[in-house]
């Protein structure tokens, strides 16, 4: 069975950090571009980073860029978004996905054919 399983979300105040996985499983991670999303209650859904699959190349929302970091560990088949100074305005449910090929419109995720079930990420104090 094809999926890919989120973790790592939780609670943390301002100013904190979390690092989340997507671990893949009936498919090898590193054939496919890996790109994170979130959706914040009432909001439309975000694509925050991606890693392309074809070289490496990496790409971050402007709400994110230098606070988060995307990474691939391909022995572990696992994708994971270090996120540092988290701010209130990150709280989402964060997904994962992954797309056989990513276009410049990857953060609408019409690129990305399989989908996590998300993890909640709460900042608050």
Known sequence: QVQVVESGGGLVQPGGSLRLSCEASGFTLD???IGWFRQAPGKEREGVSCISSFDGSTYYADSVKGRFTISRDNAKNTVFLQ????????????????????????TNGVDFDYWGQGTQVTVSS
């Open 31 to 33: 054939h496919y571009s």
């Open 83 to 106: 996120m540092d100074s988290l701010k209130p305005e990150d709280t989402a449910v964060y997904y994962c996905a992954a797309a056989p090929m990513i276009t410049r419109l990857w």
